[in-house]
């Protein structure tokens, strides 16, 4: 989260000197859910002249003990559904029919449980809330079924568990099928997924956007790989890049050839911040907490950030800022620089949407912890006037830059500051996080805005618009009136240098991905493909994609959208530092002896579909090409990896006479499985890998067992068979334990299996290696008896 930890020097206790109480921060007590610097930033206690009563004023003083009172209890689990929007209501109907009437019973030591409940103001119901310890979750039978279901189908991609406030920034960037959207600084990629979520919402459409996810951290971008796996797209591009300095990306039209710099119709900043909105459960924060974080991170990130989302912006577009923190250093006094800056850009009344969210106003007066400079909220001016000599000077203007104080109350007025949106711990039970909604003028709208400031340069109110001289470049973020005071170098980087403005690419050595390249679709590997598949004419043969620089088919192909195979032929993707993009179509299946020497086949095909394309390539296939399998044939995929043709749906199974004819290799099923309860309306589609006497359902295993689960009730896989008896000799151990006396050794260690289940979730999936990342499709190996 972009933390810096607090600057040592002034241990508790130690000598005293003239800086100030906040510089002052021991290294407080570890994980006690207080911090006095937190308290008397927020809100004053002592010295209680009615101004300094609360320092920052962001909420009345009557919400303050309701505020700490909720800040200081643990975070309920919050998840979503997620998916396109049929199955994701599919999904919540199950939930509501199968698991709320029971979980509504639950009791503990006779003390009713509370059930999940909906976030009212989430659309569609599509996001629950759980308010329970884990302790309580363990010794409730019905709370544990649940949990399991949960942990099942989060890890089968089917819901996600994301802190409820986390959830508002992508609501609010209202994202469409055909939006280009960049997610500034994107891992582990929660908000990412529901960019794509939308993007995907519809399943008869094909989307025509775009979703750039990016981060700066390299392995937190690989996470973002696997975290949008999740949500198979070809529309998707995952880079590894410093936000503030996002490289321009350029596209060319098909027919006139000229290329033209992208712009993208939403951003999203959810940018770096000192996290003090997260204390429920990053406990951490309370001991760490120091108002010169927030001070740091304005201007060294959140406000370049900002600026260069803001460039990026198409008119008429939408950028949304956020960040889990209520410090209005880190929040309005960066929208309020931005828009000084950027007249073009205006603050949305977002009052209308989400009406459900209780939210607060954004604030236009606060105060600016200056304890470094021996003043415990400074004035600038001050401040500069008092320094002893030009060092200091400089040392000030470097540290608190002018952006940090409240702009005028006229000012303030104008950019309608008050249209920030603020949600608290205390009025939904939630962490608390920083939202700001903003739009950049169409072209329309800057024409009429060009006339206006005329009118006002006109009526002498202003000077030339800073906004018809604004350029992109990654070497002014800072506003003009910054850059005046400032007269600092900014920070360079690589592309700062003059060969990369004058588009020359520098080479980057520290980047080492493999090259991007788009197959002849004349090739005979892409010809193998049509044909075997009987892909339709309309498939997008051009956009198979493929990691080598000779277009040649590797083990894995990829297929791209239109838009992204334009972006990836325009640019140079290590200028972009792209690491991964689209979805994976096709993988080679070569190690199948008996498929490879099987006599007669016709336009035998090594390419299997994955099970990440499978819903893309069905849409180009024949319906006759199509297998159709019954809920009993499923169960023998998901309790064998590998059944023999012979035994598959039992005595009366019609997919076993089918595979028993067609030729070996890969096939797509539909399984309609619908019984009115289990949330399975849509038919399921799955790739299969028929070989010459057994057949494997290219599914991994957790996706198997959150079907099963959905379908049987129970995990009826190998998986999940194994799972049970492990299950099954924890528990016999801990009551051989209890019985011969060593109870609280043991049912710690069962305690800690436990946790480790329920606390699947999206800090887990940041601990998560590549190698759980790759889907656990292993190719079918030939059965003995082949
Ligand atoms: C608040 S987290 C983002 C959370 C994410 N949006 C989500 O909802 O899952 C901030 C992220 O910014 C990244 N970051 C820090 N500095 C950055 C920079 N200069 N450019 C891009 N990303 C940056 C961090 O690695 C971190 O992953």
Same mark, same amino acid.
């Given at each position: 989260?972009?933390?810096?930890?607090?600057?040592?020097?002034?241990?508790?206790?130690?000598?005293?000197?003239?800086?100030?109480?906040?510089?002052?921060?021991?290294?407080?007590?570890?994980?006690?859910?207080?911090?006095?610097?937190?308290?008397?930033?927020?809100?004053?206690?002592?010295?209680?002249?009615?101004?300094?009563?609360?320092?920052?004023?962001?909420?009345?003083?009557?919400?303050?003990?309701?505020?700490?009172?909720?800040?200081?209890?643990?975070?309920?689990?919050?998840?979503?559904?997620?998916?396109?929007?049929?199955?994701?209501?599919?999904?919540?109907?199950?939930?509501?029919?199968?698991?709320?009437?029971?979980?509504?019973?639950?009791?503990?030591?006779?003390?009713?449980?509370?059930?999940?409940?909906?976030?009212?103001?989430?659309?569609?119901?599509?996001?629950?809330?759980?308010?329970?310890?884990?302790?309580?979750?363990?010794?409730?039978?019905?709370?544990?079924?649940?949990?399991?279901?949960?942990?099942?189908?989060?890890?089968?991609?089917?819901?996600?568990?994301?802190?409820?406030?986390?959830?508002?920034?992508?609501?609010?960037?209202?994202?469409?099928?055909?939006?280009?959207?960049?997610?500034?600084?994107?891992?582990?990629?929660?908000?990412?997924?529901?960019?794509?979520?939308?993007?995907?919402?519809?399943?008869?459409?094909?989307?025509?956007?775009?979703?750039?996810?990016?981060?700066?951290?390299?392995?937190?971008?690989?996470?973002?790989?696997?975290?949008?796996?999740?949500?198979?797209?070809?529309?998707?591009?995952?880079?590894?890049?410093?936000?503030?300095?996002?490289?321009?990306?350029?596209?060319?039209?098909?027919?006139?050839?000229?290329?033209?710099?992208?712009?993208?119709?939403?951003?999203?900043?959810?940018?770096?911040?000192?996290?003090?909105?997260?204390?429920?459960?990053?406990?951490?924060?309370?001991?760490?907490?120091?108002?010169?974080?927030?001070?740091?991170?304005?201007?060294?990130?959140?406000?370049?950030?900002?600026?260069?989302?803001?460039?990026?912006?198409?008119?008429?577009?939408?950028?949304?800022?956020?960040?889990?923190?209520?410090?209005?250093?880190?929040?309005?006094?960066?929208?309020?620089?931005?828009?000084?800056?950027?007249?073009?850009?205006?603050?949305?009344?977002?009052?209308?949407?989400?009406?459900?969210?209780?939210?607060?106003?954004?604030?236009?007066?606060?105060?600016?912890?200056?304890?470094?400079?021996?003043?415990?909220?400074?004035?600038?001016?001050?401040?500069?006037?008092?320094?002893?000599?030009?060092?200091?000077?400089?040392?000030?203007?470097?540290?608190?830059?002018?952006?940090?104080?409240?702009?005028?109350?006229?000012?303030?007025?104008?950019?309608?500051?008050?249209?920030?949106?603020?949600?608290?711990?205390?009025?939904?039970?939630?962490?608390?996080?920083?939202?700001?909604?903003?739009?950049?003028?169409?072209?329309?709208?800057?024409?009429?805005?060009?006339?206006?400031?005329?009118?006002?340069?006109?009526?002498?109110?202003?000077?030339?618009?800073?906004?018809?001289?604004?350029?992109?470049?990654?070497?002014?973020?800072?506003?003009?009136?910054?850059?005046?005071?400032?007269?600092?170098?900014?920070?360079?980087?690589?592309?700062?240098?003059?060969?990369?403005?004058?588009?020359?690419?520098?080479?980057?050595?520290?980047?080492?991905?493999?090259?991007?390249?788009?197959?002849?679709?004349?090739?005979?590997?892409?010809?193998?493909?049509?044909?075997?598949?009987?892909?339709?004419?309309?498939?997008?043969?051009?956009?198979?994609?493929?990691?080598?620089?000779?277009?040649?088919?590797?083990?894995?192909?990829?297929?791209?959208?239109?838009?992204?195979?334009?972006?990836?032929?325009?640019?140079?993707?290590?200028?972009?530092?792209?690491?991964?993009?689209?979805?994976?179509?096709?993988?080679?299946?070569?190690?199948?002896?008996?498929?490879?020497?099987?006599?007669?086949?016709?336009?035998?095909?090594?390419?299997?579909?994955?099970?990440?394309?499978?819903?893309?390539?069905?849409?180009?296939?024949?319906?006759?090409?199509?297998?159709?399998?019954?809920?009993?044939?499923?169960?023998?995929?998901?309790?064998?990896?590998?059944?023999?043709?012979?035994?598959?749906?039992?005595?009366?199974?019609?997919?076993?006479?089918?595979?028993?004819?067609?030729?070996?290799?890969?096939?797509?099923?539909?399984?309609?499985?619908?019984?009115?309860?289990?949330?399975?309306?849509?038919?399921?589609? &799955?790739?299969?890998? #028929?070989?010459?006497?057994?057949? =494997?359902?290219?599914?991994? *295993?957790? /996706?198997? +067992? @959150?079907?099963? $689960?959905?379908?049987?009730?129970?995990?009826?896989?190998?998986?999940?068979?194994?799972?049970?008896?492990?299950?099954?000799?924890?528990?016999?151990?801990?009551?051989?334990?209890?019985?011969?006396?060593?109870?609280?050794?043991?049912?710690?260690?069962?305690?800690? &299996?436990?946790?480790? #289940?329920?606390?699947?979730?999206? =800090?887990?999936?940041?601990? *998560?290696? /590549?190698? +759980? @990342?790759?889907? $656990?499709?292993?190719?079918?190996?030939?059965?003995?008896?082949?």
């Amino acid at each position: 989260m972009g933390k810096r930890g607090g600057r040592g020097g002034f241990k508790r206790g130690g000598k005293r000197d003239n800086r100030g109480d906040y510089d002052r921060q021991p290294a407080w007590k570890e994980h006690t859910a207080e911090n006095p610097y937190f308290t008397e930033y927020y809100k004053r206690r002592w010295r209680a002249t009615a101004e300094r009563l609360q320092a920052q004023n962001i909420m009345d003083e009557s919400e303050w003990t309701d505020f700490m009172h909720y800040a200081k209890q643990l975070l309920p689990t919050s998840f979503r559904i997620t998916g396109n929007k049929s199955t994701a209501n599919d999904l919540n109907q199950h939930i509501k029919k199968t698991y709320i009437p029971f979980l509504s019973q639950a009791k503990l030591d006779g003390v009713q449980l509370p059930p999940p409940k909906q976030l009212d103001w989430y659309p569609d119901g599509l996001a629950w809330q759980l308010n329970l310890t884990k302790a309580q979750i363990r010794k409730s039978p019905e709370f544990k079924k649940f949990q399991n279901f949960l942990v099942y189908e989060n890890e089968a991609g089917n819901i996600s568990r994301q802190e409820a406030v986390s959830m508002i920034p992508p609501l609010l960037l209202k994202m469409e099928q055909h939006h280009s959207a960049i997610d500034m600084c994107a891992a582990p990629g929660s908000k990412t997924a529901q960019l794509l979520e939308a993007l995907h919402a519809d399943p008869s459409k094909e989307p025509t956007g775009l979703v750039v996810a990016n981060d700066s951290d390299n392995k937190r971008a690989y996470l973002l790989v696997h975290q949008t796996s999740r949500l198979p797209s070809p529309n998707i591009m995952v880079t590894n890049t410093d936000a503030s300095s996002f490289p321009n990306i350029i596209t060319t039209d098909e027919t006139t050839g000229q290329r033209s710099k992208f712009l993208f119709d939403r951003v999203l900043c959810d940018v770096p911040c000192t996290g003090d909105g997260t204390v429920r459960k990053n406990l951490e924060i309370w001991s760490h907490w120091n108002a010169n974080n927030g001070n740091g991170l304005h201007s060294s990130l959140q406000l370049r950030i900002l600026n260069r989302g803001i460039q990026i912006l198409k008119p008429g577009g939408r950028l949304v800022y956020s960040t889990c923190s209520m410090n209005p250093v880190e929040n309005e006094a960066v929208i309020a620089a931005a828009l000084k800056d950027n007249p073009h850009m205006t603050l949305i009344d977002a009052a209308q949407e989400l009406p459900q969210l209780k939210r607060k106003e954004g604030i236009k007066d606060w105060k600016v912890n200056t304890a470094r400079e021996g003043v415990e909220f400074g004035d600038r001016e001050l401040l500069l006037e008092n320094a002893k000599d030009e060092r200091e000077r400089d040392r000030i203007k470097d540290k608190l830059p002018t952006t940090m104080w409240p702009p005028s109350r006229q000012e303030a007025d104008d950019m309608a500051l008050e249209r920030c949106l603020r949600v608290y711990s205390h009025q939904q039970d939630t962490g608390s996080f920083f939202i700001a909604v903003l739009e950049k003028k169409d072209v329309a709208d800057k024409k009429e805005d060009k006339e206006e400031k005329k009118d006002k340069v006109k009526e002498g109110v202003e000077t030339a618009s800073a906004e018809e001289n604004k350029e992109d470049s990654t070497k002014r973020p800072l506003s003009p009136q910054s850059q005046k005071d400032e007269q600092r170098p900014q920070k360079k980087t690589k592309r700062d240098e003059p060969s990369a403005e004058k588009g020359k690419v520098q080479p980057d050595n520290t980047f080492k991905e493999d090259p991007f390249s788009y197959m002849d679709e004349n090739s005979e590997d892409v010809k193998s493909m049509t044909e075997y598949y009987k892909l339709d004419a309309s498939f997008p043969k051009r956009n198979i994609l493929v990691r080598n620089p000779h277009q040649q088919a590797g083990r894995t192909i990829y297929l791209t959208s239109n838009l992204v195979r334009n972006i990836l032929h325009s640019n140079d993707y290590t200028r972009l530092r792209l690491i991964s993009s689209g979805v994976k179509l096709f993988v080679k299946q070569d190690n199948d002896r008996a498929f490879n020497e099987e006599d007669g086949a016709v336009n035998r095909c090594k390419w299997r579909v994955t099970n990440e394309s499978v819903n893309f390539v069905k849409k180009y296939l024949p319906s006759k090409a199509i297998l159709k399998g019954s809920p009993d044939d499923l169960k023998s995929f998901i309790e064998n990896y590998h059944p023999v043709i012979s035994t598959i749906g039992g005595e009366n199974g019609q997919l076993k006479n089918t595979l028993q004819k067609i030729q070996s290799g890969s096939h797509i099923v539909e399984f309609s499985l619908d019984n009115g309860e289990n949330g399975l309306s849509q038919p399921v589609y &799955v790739p299969l890998w #028929k070989s010459k006497t057994s057949v =494997s359902m290219m599914v991994d *295993k957790k /996706e198997r +067992s @959150a079907l099963s $689960l959905r379908l049987f009730g129970e995990d009826v896989s190998e998986a999940g068979r194994k799972q049970a008896e492990a299950q099954k000799q924890r528990e016999d151990r801990m009551k051989a334990a209890v019985e011969s006396g060593q109870h609280q050794a043991v049912s710690t260690e069962g305690a800690k &299996v436990e946790e480790g #289940k329920t606390e699947e979730g999206a =800090s887990a999936e940041a601990a *998560k290696t /590549e190698e +759980s @990342a790759q889907p $656990l499709e292993t190719p079918a190996p030939a059965p003995a008896a082949e």
